[in-house]
């Protein structure tokens, strides 16, 4: 079963529809395992029918086949499948709700960020961590404000992997509040928005970096500097700064 499986034989399928309900459960967990690698709305209909009528660990495996086939259907371009499924897993908890979170973003990223922010604010700081990692794939229109006023929002050191999730979006309706967190009394919140700043290339960015790497102390120094690294050195903006600062702010420009 799982060399065919592996080799998409599609054929397979009907035998490994028939098998989920086998009283081995090495040859039920085989079949579901197929159907996942197989994908299609015959085996997504025949995982879903089966749920019900097995056990605890099978259920389990049964999910994460709905997961392989939702991705599938991603690949496919067949989308809205994917969305459906990937919503009932997500609302239905346990251990696939990460992958569902993740699908539902990769499926949709245009509709993404409410759920994106829900699961930022939400009690479970799994879900929330992967939830921030994903905000740069979200797309749509005020996007970027949402999660500012996230960032905003958390606590003290819960800002840190949402100004690099900022930094790696680049989008510049972020570099106010980016810039704001550069110059945080908190250490841990400096560094990191210095850090996200060289996701940035306006001009309040590359100044902000430029001062820092020129009068900062010394781990903002060097994290700044590397920000800068990170900025294209024909940006014109670098050349502007160059031509027209004193010395040490020169350097750090060129």
């Known amino acids: 079963i799982n060399s065919l499986a592996a080799c998409n034989y599609e054929p397979l399928r009907g035998d490994c529809i028939r098998l989920i309900q086998s009283e081995d459960s090495e040859v039920a967990t085989a079949a579901i395992r197929a159907l996942g690698k197989l994908g299609g709305v015959e085996s997504v209909k025949a995982l879903i029918s089966a749920k019900g009528k ?22 496919a ?121 060289g996701g940035f290339s306006g001009m309040q960015a590359i100044d902000t970096l430029i001062e820092v790497a020129t009068n900062g102390d010394d781990p903002a120094q060097r994290v700044a500097r590397a920000s800068l690294a990170r900025i294209d050195s024909a940006d014109s903006r670098l050349a502007t700064i160059a031509q027209n600062s004193d010395e040490k702010r020169t350097l750090e420009a060129i």
């Not at 049964?62 to 259907?73: E, G, S």
């Not at 409410?114 to 992967?130: C, H, K, N, S, T």
């Open 54 to 75: 097995t056990n605890e660990q099978l259920a389990a495996d049964i999910d994460l086949a709905i997961v392989n086939c939702a991705d599938k259907f991603v690949r």
């Open 77 to 197: 371009g067949e989308r809205e499948k994917a969305k459906e499924l990937f919503a009932t897993l997500y609302k239905q908890g346990g251990p696939t709700r990460l992958a569902a979170l993740r699908g539902l973003v990769m499926a949709d990223p245009h509709q993404c960020a409410d759920l994106l922010a829900e699961a930022i604010r939400g009690q479970d700081r799994r879900l929330a961590m992967l939830a921030i990692s994903l905000t740069p794939q979200a797309t749509g229109n005020n996007v970027t404000e949402k999660f500012v006023a996230i960032l905003r929002d958390l606590p003290g050191e819960a800002k840190v992997p949402m100004l690099k999730a900022l930094g790696d979006r680049g989008d510049q309706g972020a570099t106010a509040a980016v810039i704001e967190a550069a110059k945080s009394d908190n250490a841990q919140i400096r560094l990191a928005g210095v850090e996200a700043l």
